[in-house]
């Protein structure tokens, strides 16, 4: 080549869009982010030059000359790009050309290409959905073992220090079992610090909600060094209630009143039903649990009147399981009496997993809904101040209270 022959371009160039890629990295796990773009450059440049790097083969049509870094400012931090340089062509390249959710994460994107790209159909579209470009299933899969370890590093972590307030419920999805579709169940755990800020304390599968799904993840949560643990709140989950009291004996359980009342209304006629709500709400506008248990008696009395039998005899048996949380300071008390805390994580898990349909294992589905609680765990909803806890620890000093 003579000197003054300027090299021609090969392959195609693609142009990168710092502005894109800075407003959609946004909340996102730095380290994560960082990884997983730098693989993507990785791959790029071996896709450029038709082989991959200290690779010898006849189809190569261009060489590395080492790398540059390219640092880039998110929300989640600063991430480091090592963008490779080629001989013969220049290397630019469009990481992530557009995000289309906002509030999803690196690791949520490659673990549904993951997915997809098992059952091949759908990854060269969600591929070149996110990144304008199509990346092979097999690339994806390799980027989505490192997330996966670093979920699981994630899912087995310690719990540092106490736990005062916990809360549990579950939820089921579809999976794909020798052709059929078959239910599997993800149990799930969020805390409140004695600081007063919320965690996930941990996600796990489980074949149905029963008494052996819930033990074991109680025990795993008790392994790991949950403590402190005063109140937990959940649903009447059948065996559940059972294993709380065998893992956490020195806590109390609050029924959720949210669920408590759905329970109620499947007894009564459904014309009946906005009556009946505002005289159960009545019970629990009370003042303290002596007035609520005084007015609840006369709602039985009412029900049993208006011969709902069924209803009455459930708010007589269970109606005191959801009046637990009168034993905290008041100030909590409208966090404490329902599973709304963690209604939000649900919410979300069931929105990403919804385009998913069926999963073709309990593992998929579980990567899956622990990136999404993991990208949670990093965004306000952990770092901003959830409740006051001054109150619980000075009216337990003042009872002579052991507080840790």
């Not at 982010?33 to 791959?43: F, R, S």
């Not at 896709?47 to 880039?72: I, K, M, P, V």
Request: aromatic share 6%.
């Amino acid at each position: 080549m003579e000197d003054d022959e300027k090299p021609k371009p090969m392959g195609q160039v693609i142009q990168i869009d710092e502005a894109r890629i800075k407003d959609h990295l946004g909340e996102m796990v730095r380290g994560t982010v960082e990884e997983a773009l730098n693989a993507m450059l990785d791959a790029e440049a071996d896709q450029l030059c038709g082989a991959g790097r200290y690779e010898r083969t006849e189809g190569r049509r261009d060489t590395r000359a080492g790398s540059y870094e390219r640092s880039l400012d998110t929300k989640a931090g600063p991430v480091k790009l090592k963008v490779p340089k080629l001989r013969r062509q220049t290397f630019e390249t469009a990481i992530i050309e557009r995000y289309q959710r906002r509030e999803s994460s690196v690791e949520e994107a490659l673990i549904e290409m993951y997915l997809a790209g098992v059952s091949v159909r759908r990854v060269e579209d969600i591929t070149e959905a996110l990144w304008g470009t199509r990346v092979s299933p097999g690339t994806v899969s390799n980027l989505n073992k490192k997330i996966y370890a670093k979920i699981d590093e994630w899912r087995h972590r310690r719990i540092e220090g106490d736990h005062p307030y916990v809360f549990l419920d579950g939820i089921v999805m579809k999976r794909t079992w020798a052709g059929e579709v078959r239910n599997v169940s993800l149990l799930v755990a969020i805390g409140v610090t004695a600081d007063g800020y919320r965690e996930i304390l941990g996600i796990v599968e489980g074949p149905k909600e029963d008494k052996s799904g819930w033990s074991s993840f109680l025990c795993d949560l008790a392994d790991r060094g949950l403590s402190g643990v005063q109140l937990i709140v959940s649903d009447a989950c059948r065996g559940l209630v059972e294993s709380a009291a065998e893992h956490f004996p020195d806590a109390q359980w609050q029924r959720c009143v949210v669920h408590f009342y759905r329970n109620i209304f499947s007894a009564v006629p459904a014309g009946k039903v906005r009556d009946i709500a505002k005289m159960l709400k009545a019970i629990h506008a009370q003042e303290s649990r002596e007035a609520a248990a005084e007015k609840m008696a006369a709602v039985i009395a009412e029900l049993r009147a208006a011969k709902l039998r069924k209803a009455a005899d459930l708010l007589e048996e269970h109606g005191h399981e959801t009046l637990t949380y009168y034993g905290y300071p008041d100030s909590h008390w409208l966090k404490l009496r329902t599973n709304n805390p963690l209604e939000r994580i649900m919410r979300e898990i069931r929105r990403r997993t919804r385009a998913v349909g069926a999963f073709p294992d309990g593992q998929s589905c579980l990567n899956l809904a622990a990136a999404r609680l993991r990208h949670i765990a990093g965004t306000q909803w952990s770092t901003r101040k959830y409740m006051n806890m001054t109150p619980l620890y000075a009216e337990q000093t003042q009872n002579g209270a052991v507080v840790a």
